[in-house]
Each structure stands twice: as structure tokens, then as C-alpha cells.
């Protein structure tokens, strides 16, 4: 079965900084690209972060380049890990923050910002900001 779980939100002032983290399991998501998407009140959900499954790509929204950085972790004990480190957080930012695996890639550079892409969704950690 596959899971994506996320962990790490909560209520932060502005300025601060919160590490967002997904375990996957169930498959092997080292072949898997991964990203970070969020949904804001009454707005779409948006593209955040992604990352190839070598690694070696990211992709950011821009109002986040700069702020965020996007990783994953090896496996252990069969679950792969996917952090956003979130810095110099902005009201704005805040939202729904939810993991999600894309999968088959054309190539393991392979990385999109397009949610309709990605089969596998968590079930999403609040991320508050106040100003």
C-alpha cells in the first residue's frame, strides 16, 4: 500500500522557518520524482517543489526560489524521505502543504510542476504564518 505522510507544519511568525517532511512507502520511490504542492484558502492548489528521482533536479515556484530548498533522503527500512526546508516564511505561504509522487518518468532527470502529473498524494500538513 502505498502512503505518503507529511509532517512538520505549524504556526510560525513571519520571518521564521519550519522543515516539512514526507515519508513514502510502499513502492520504490527512488524512482519516483517527488514534489511539494500547496492550497491556500478558496484558492487552486499550486505548485511549490519538485525533485527528480537522481536527485539531481529541482524545480521551484518563483515566489519561493531563494526560500525554500527541496531534498530526499535514501531509503531506510523501506521508507524514502522528501524534506522542504522553508525559510524567511511570508503570510503567503500560508496553506496546505501537500507531498506527492510522480511516476513513470521519462528519464530519472525527469521533474514537472504540473499536479496532474503526480499519482500519489499525502493527506497534507497546515502550514501557518503570521504576520
Known amino acids: 500500500q502505498v502512503q505518503l505522510v507529511e509532517s512538520g507544519g505549524g504556526l510560525v511568525q513571519a520571518g521564521g522557518s519550519l522543515r516539512l517532511s514526507c515519508a513514502a512507502s510502499g513502492r520504490t520511490f527512488s524512482s519516483y520524482a517527488m514534489g511539494w504542492f500547496r492550497q491556500a484558502p478558496g484558492k487552486e492548489r499550486e505548485f511549490v517543489a519538485a525533485i527528480s528521482s537522481s536527485g539531481g533536479n529541482t524545480l521551484y515556484k518563483d515566489s519561493v526560489k531563494g526560500r525554500f530548498t527541496i531534498s530526499r533522503d535514501s531509503a531506510r527500512n523501506t521508507v524514502y524521505t522528501v524534506y522542504l526546508q522553508m525559510n524567511n516564511l511570508k503570510p503567503e505561504d500560508t496553506a496546505v502543504y501537500y507531498c506527492?509522487?510522480?511516476?513513470?518518468?521519462?528519464?530519472?532527470?525527469?521533474?514537472?510542476?504540473?499536479?496532474?502529473?503526480?499519482?500519489?498524494w499525502g493527506q497534507g500538513t497546515q502550514v501557518t504564518v503570521s504576520s
Open positions: 506527492a509522487a510522480d511516476w513513470p518518468l521519462p528519464r530519472s532527470s525527469y521533474v514537472s510542476n504540473r499536479a496532474s502529473e503526480y499519482d500519489f
